[in-house]
């Protein structure tokens, strides 16, 4: 090998001699293996025939400059360092010890479930387009669009029930035994803990009510089957779940069975203090207001009319509501509530107008009885005397036929007599 005359008066022999032990390496186009680094890789013992600690076959360090005193690289590229067993596992590691036992720290979970809250907010479609350019991007880079980590956790789980086709029967008697040694039940759950946990990751008891956990259910489910919205729908579900309820309870419908309906009455006493749940002030405030989204009236009933963005009952009370609004007088849609007890269940009555300061209730003459002196239902014929006596309690004028057939009169006259058909919605 040729030396120049600058290494041969610097360094003579030594010169030659780590030239003519490390003639294997090659210099290449654009890269020369300076002295330095030739004396690194006979200090170290090391030659061609050393290969990756990840076992890719390749030569570490090779067109690389190395100091004297550094350590010969294990790894010939990033991603085989990265990728190693042993580099995961120190990272692990590091973190369970980072984030005190956990992969990852609190504090970082409550960032990311804020920043993605904090983009849901702005586009309630943001997760579906964040899955749409993972899926694209997945495709780009020559796998499936549905292609993850899990695809191999699934050849791992293969593997091993390859080997012993009861392995996850084992994973799963192992579990029930270790349920049933530390609780004496093999089917044991802590929803105490779940619920607390929720609350601290989620702000919710239940994962479930959760947003964030809905638009992701619902985006994967749309996901994996186009132009559906329920899993009922998917072929053999709702049967194969109507046979589950029957050998269970013995009713094709769950609410149908006195076990199911107990149980959910004995939830909601535990929850929220009451067996009925149009009773608990939260959902009523809430049905309130998504009744007023949908009808323009928190007490709804059966809407059988709309007009003005108001909801009405009858002709007749969408009569006096055109009336007094041709007429300027002051009138609003059923403006309060009132509690009265009916066989010793608590009820509400809604009076259907305040006109000019004066509540107001309209009947047809069928809603009152002469023998009971109240008010009957004129289908069934069951009194409904309770309410009745609300009503006059609480000073309610009650308008029958003939007070509310001048009113008629006008719309007929003004208005002609289909008029009010047009606004009928059943």
Same mark, same amino acid.
């Given at each position: 090998?040729?030396?120049?005359?600058?290494? =041969?008066?610097?360094?003579?022999?030594?010169?030659?001699?780590?030239?003519?032990?490390?003639? #294997?390496?090659?210099?290449?186009?654009?890269?020369?293996?300076?002295?330095? $680094?030739?004396?690194?890789?006979?200090?170290?013992?090391?030659?061609?025939?050393?290969?990756?600690?990840?076992?890719?076959?390749?030569?570490?360090?090779?067109?690389?400059?190395?100091?004297?005193?550094?350590?010969?690289?294990?790894?010939?590229?990033?991603?085989?360092?990265?990728?190693?067993?042993?580099?995961?596992?120190?990272?692990? $590691?590091?973190?369970?010890?980072?984030?005190?036992?956990?992969?990852?720290?609190?504090?970082?979970?409550?960032?990311?479930?804020?920043? @993605?809250?904090?983009?849901?907010?702005?586009?309630?479609?943001?997760?579906?387009?964040? $899955?749409?350019?993972?899926?694209?991007?997945?495709?780009?880079?020559?796998?499936?669009?549905?292609?993850?980590?899990?695809?191999?956790?699934?050849?791992? *789980?293969?593997?091993?029930?390859?080997?012993?086709?009861?392995?996850?029967?084992?994973?799963?008697?192992?579990?029930?035994?270790?349920?049933?040694?530390?609780?004496?039940?093999?089917?044991?759950?802590?929803?105490?803990?779940?619920?607390?946990?929720?609350?601290?990751?989620?702000? #919710?008891?239940?994962?479930?009510?959760?947003?964030?956990?809905?638009?992701?259910?619902?985006?994967?489910?749309?996901?994996?089957?186009?132009?559906?919205?329920?899993?009922?729908?998917?072929?053999?579900?709702?049967?194969?779940?109507?046979?589950?309820?029957?050998?269970?309870?013995? *009713?094709?419908?769950?609410?149908?069975?006195?076990? @199911?309906?107990?149980?959910?009455?004995? $939830?909601?006493?535990?929850?929220?203090?009451?067996?009925?749940?149009?009773?608990?002030?939260?959902?009523?405030?809430?049905?309130?207001?998504?009744?007023?989204?949908?009808?323009?009236?928190?007490?709804?009933?059966?809407?059988?009319?709309?007009?003005?963005?108001?909801?009405?009952?009858?002709?007749?009370?969408?009569?006096?509501?055109? #009336?007094?609004?041709?007429?300027?007088?002051?009138?609003?849609?059923?403006?309060?509530?009132?509690?009265?007890?009916?066989?010793?269940?608590?009820?509400?009555?809604?009076?259907?107008?305040?006109?000019?300061?004066?509540?107001?209730?309209?009947?047809?003459?069928?809603?009152?009885?002469?023998?009971?002196?109240?008010?009957?239902?004129?289908?069934?014929?069951?009194?409904?005397?309770? =309410? #009745?006596?609300?009503?006059?309690?609480?000073?309610?004028?009650?308008?029958?036929?003939?007070?509310?057939?001048?009113?008629?009169?006008?719309?007929?006259?003004?208005?002609?007599? =289909?008029?009010?058909?047009?606004?009928?919605?059943?």
């Amino acid at each position: 090998m040729m030396l120049s005359e600058k290494h =041969k008066d610097r360094y003579g022999p030594l010169v030659g001699w780590a030239y003519c032990k490390t003639a #294997f390496l090659k210099d290449g186009d654009g890269f020369k293996y300076d002295l330095q $680094t030739r004396l690194n890789w006979l200090f170290n013992g090391k030659s061609l025939s050393t290969k990756c600690a990840a076992g890719c076959g390749r030569t570490p360090a090779l067109n690389r400059s190395l100091r004297l005193n550094d350590p010969f690289p294990e790894y010939c590229c990033t991603k085989c360092s990265t990728n190693a067993a042993a580099t995961v596992e120190k990272a692990r $590691t590091t973190r369970y010890a980072m984030n005190g036992g956990k992969w990852e720290s609190d504090e970082t979970k409550r960032k990311i479930e804020a920043t @993605v809250r904090a983009r849901l907010a702005e586009d309630p479609d943001w997760y579906r387009k964040r $899955t749409a350019k993972c899926e694209a991007t997945k495709v780009r880079n020559g796998h499936g669009p549905k292609w993850n980590n899990r695809d191999k956790m699934h050849k791992t *789980v293969a593997a091993h029930i390859k080997e012993d086709p009861a392995y996850y029967d084992k994973i799963v008697e192992k579990s029930r035994a270790t349920k049933t040694a530390r609780h004496g039940d093999p089917n044991w759950v802590n929803p105490e803990k779940a619920r607390e946990t929720n609350m601290a990751r989620r702000g #919710f008891e239940y994962a479930t009510r959760d947003p964030l956990v809905k638009a992701k259910s619902k985006n994967t489910f749309r996901r994996n089957h186009p132009g559906l919205t329920s899993s009922f729908q998917l072929p053999g579900v709702y049967e194969k779940a109507i046979t589950a309820w029957q050998e269970k309870y013995e *009713v094709d419908r769950p609410l149908k069975s006195a076990i @199911v309906q107990k149980k959910c009455d004995d $939830t909601r006493e535990r929850r929220y203090g009451n067996k009925c749940i149009f009773g608990v002030k939260e959902f009523q405030i809430r049905i309130r207001k998504r009744r007023l989204e949908l009808y323009g009236s928190e007490f709804f009933h059966g809407v059988r009319y709309k007009y003005d963005g108001q909801c009405f009952d009858s002709s007749w009370e969408l009569a006096m509501w055109i #009336f007094c609004s041709d007429h300027s007088i002051p009138i609003k849609r059923e403006p309060c509530m009132f509690d009265y007890i009916k066989d010793g269940t608590p009820s509400k009555y809604i009076p259907d107008f305040e006109i000019a300061g004066q509540l107001v209730e309209i009947k047809g003459d069928q809603f009152y009885s002469e023998e009971i002196g109240g008010w009957v239902n004129p289908w069934n014929k069951k009194p409904m005397l309770e =309410k #009745f006596l609300c009503a006059v309690e609480h000073g309610v004028a009650i308008l029958y036929y003939s007070d509310i057939k001048p009113i008629l009169d006008y719309i007929d006259k003004t208005y002609g007599k =289909k008029y009010l058909k047009q606004f009928k919605t059943k």
